[in-house]
């Protein structure tokens, strides 16, 4: 990363921030909310333990091929992985 891009993620991350009223309103954020923020695009959220493998692989298949935004997300809490 060069110096034209080093200062990115954390300009990124404060206006982001800032747009949500502080850093109190962003931490332990969720992805998805991120997402929509900066493209202002709707989304869906799949719970993998709903689906089987053949049935996750073809909704990733399907968004991937409409060119969607993609994003996995795990929870926060657990220490165990």
């Known amino acids: 990363m060069g110096p034209d ?14 747009y949500h009223g502080n850093y109190a309103h962003t931490v332990g954020g969720d992805s998805r909310r991120a997402a929509r923020t900066l493209s202002g695009a709707p989304y869906e959220s799949y719970n993998h333990g709903d689906y089987t493998v053949d049935q996750l692989w073809v909704i990733l298949h399907d968004r991937d091929n ?16």
Do not use: C, H, R
């Open 5 to 18: 891009s080093s200062l990115f993620v954390p300009l990124l991350e404060k206006a982001f921030s800032k």
């Open 66 to 81: 409409a060119k969607d935004m993609i994003q996995v997300n795990t929870s926060g809490n657990n220490n165990d992985y």
